[in-house]
Structures are given as C-alpha cells and as structure tokens.
C-alpha cells in the first residue's frame, strides 16, 4: 500500500489567490480527516468526513476553507481567498472506523506558505 | 473534556542510551487508546506505538515500549538504544472508544547526542 498520498508537497502562493490541497486515503479506509499544523496551535482538525460525508467541520477557520470527498479515494481542501495567516503544514489523514485502536494514518502533509 | 499533557517540550539523550518521554491524560471514559506519534523533520506523521485501555500489558514495538499507568493515568515512551534516526518530535495522542477525534499533546522534541 502506497500508504495516503498528499499533493503538492510545497506550494507557495501569493495573497488572495486560491489555493488547492488534495488527498488520496489508503484504499479502505473510511474515515478522512484533514489537519493544520502551527507552531503556535499544534495540530488542528480542520475537517473529518466518514464515508464521504462531512462529519465534523467545526473545525474549518471560516468561510475561505472548504473540504470536498467526491469518492473514497480523493479529497481536496480549497482556501480562497488565501492569507498569510493560512500558512501552515497541512496533513490528510485516513483510518478504517471500526478499527479504532489502530490510530490515524497520515500523508507527508503540503507546506503551504501565502505571502 | 478529555486533555493530554506532555510536560517535557524539549530531551536530550546520548546515543545508544535509553530516555523515557512522559505524557499524562485527563478522562472520565473507560474505553479509549493511547498512541504514540513521531515526527522527523521530514515532517511525516508515523505510528510509533498504540496502547488499549484494557490492557493491563504494556505494549512493545522493537525498541520502543511504553508503561501505562492507568490510575495514575500516565502514558510514558521508553525508546532503549536511542538511535540517530530517533531525533524528532514524539506526540501522545488519546482516542476515546466512542469518538473519532484524537486529542494531542503538545509534543517533545528529541534530541539524539552522538
């Protein structure tokens, strides 16, 4: 297994544009959750979705954040307009749900930098 | 609600000696699991060790164990050998049995001294 697959693995864009973060899970997992990593908030779940539905996304900052799942193996996190403030390690992250005791899997994240 | 707390942000260790890193949790729950995370500077999150709260034996992977103190509701990673590989940050993690979300604590850095 390729294990979860992130993309880009850097981006770097400039202020007000959109940007595009996307996820692939591990085949068979149902659960999808998407991360924020700062040094000063640790490590934020933005959104979760259970079989391709949104769960949980009170965690999203505002309206500027959107997550979709069109199937079980793709996930994009979209930011328009972006600000600097959204600069920060992004990760996916992926489990089997009925397999709580097996924790979370997650991709190599995006580093994402808005100036 | 559930906490995780990690006391050490920052240890030090020389090689091939063995450091122990501390985490203590906070709940109510009876069924719930306790995980180990690292992260080099790759940035990778990667499992290190899983514990279930049933379990009265602690859980062991390779060089790595933990003791689980359940009353004393403490979570510690003993890592023997310590290995330059092993510089990162180590996350302690909780999972309720009945939610899907993870509580993290804050991590401590590792530092492996050749």
């Known amino acids: 297994d390729a294990g979860v697959i992130q993309s880009p693995r850097h981006e770097v864009t400039e202020m007000g544009q959109e940007v595009t973060l996307r996820c692939k899970p591990i085949?068979?997992?149902?659960?999808l959750f998407w991360y924020r990593q700062t040094m000063m908030r640790g490590l934020e779940l933005l959104i979760y979705?259970?079989?391709?539905?949104?769960?949980?996304d009170s965690g999203m900052p505002e309206d500027r954040f959107s997550a979709k799942m069109p199937n079980a193996s793709f996930s994009t996190l979209k930011i328009q307009p972006s600000e600097p403030r959204d600069s920060a390690v992004y990760f996916c992250?992926?489990?089997?749900?009925?397999?709580?005791?097996?924790?979370?899997?997650f991709g190599s994240g995006t580093r994402l930098t808005v100036v | 609600a559930q906490t995780v707390t990690q006391s050490q942000p920052e240890m030090s260790v020389q090689e091939a000696e063995t450091v122990t890193l501390s985490c203590t949790y906070d709940t109510s729950e009876s069924d719930y699991y306790l995980f180990w995370y690292k992260q080099p500077p790759s940035r990778q999150m990667i499992l290190v060790i899983r514990?279930?709260?049933?379990k009265q034996q602690n859980a062991t992977e390779n060089r790595f164990s933990v003791n689980f103190q359940k009353a004393a509701k403490s979570f510690s990673l003993k890592i023997s050998d310590s290995q330059l590989g092993d510089a990162a940050m180590y996350f302690c993690?909780?999972?309720?049995?009945?939610?899907?979300?993870?509580?993290w604590g804050a991590g401590t850095k590792l530092i492996i001294k050749p």
């Open positions: 085949s068979g997992h149902n659960s």
């Open positions: 993690a909780y999972r309720s049995g009945s939610n899907y979300q993870l509580i």
């Open positions: 979705f259970n079989n391709n539905v949104p769960i949980d």
């Open positions: 514990q279930e709260a049933y």
């Open positions: 992250a992926s489990s089997w749900s009925r397999r709580t005791n097996y924790g979370y899997t």
